[in-house]
């Protein structure tokens, strides 16, 4: 499989959007009594260096995309921009399923009395759905570069 000018300028299109999509997915506005409930736990920091080291990951794929297209990178380069554009599409449709499937969360706490089951076990299979969902694309990139 040669690796063209056109894969180094199609991954250099599709990376920032991906980064974009994924920026743009966060909720930078939270309300300050969601800051004081938060607790810096293990998790939290574990979720915060994953995304960052994601972030990271799709930064100097873009670099590598982009020195791709002046000639440099083999097929080890396509490997990590492929695997890239597989971590960063993970994130961003994680997020957007997430968000898509809580936005529909009951307002009051009677109507949550009244449905906490129900509402409990819909939250917990749309959160499994949602990481399915955000696992495929990612898978897809591993297959492509074990293919590559």
């Known amino acids: ?6 894969f180094w300028a199609t991954t250099a299109q599709v990376i920032p959007a991906l980064l974009l999509a994924f920026v743009l997915t966060q909720r930078p506005k ?5 800051r004081e409930k938060v607790k810096l736990g293990a998790a939290r920091l574990i979720y ?3 995304v960052l080291v994601s972030l990271a990951l799709g930064v100097a794929a873009e670099f590598l995309a982009l020195d791709g297209l002046l000639g440099g ?6 490997r990590v ?3 890239a554009i597989g971590v ?3 994130w961003a449709v994680l997020a957007v399923a997430i968000w898509s499937g809580t936005r529909f969360f009951p307002e009051t ?7 906490r089951l129900r509402v409990g076990a819909l939250l917990t299979g749309q959160l499994l759905f949602s990481v399915v969902v955000a696992l495929l694309p990612l898978a897809a990139a591993i297959w492509l570069t074990i293919r590559m």
């Open 81 to 83: 921009v492929i695997l």
């Open 48 to 50: 915060s260096m994953v």
């Open 1 to 6: 499989m040669p690796i063209t000018t056109e």
């Open 88 to 90: 960063l599409s993970f």
């Open 73 to 78: 990178g083999g097929r080890g380069t396509a």
């Open 109 to 115: 706490d009677e109507d949550m009395d009244r449905l």
């Open 30 to 34: 939270e309300r300050k009594e969601d």
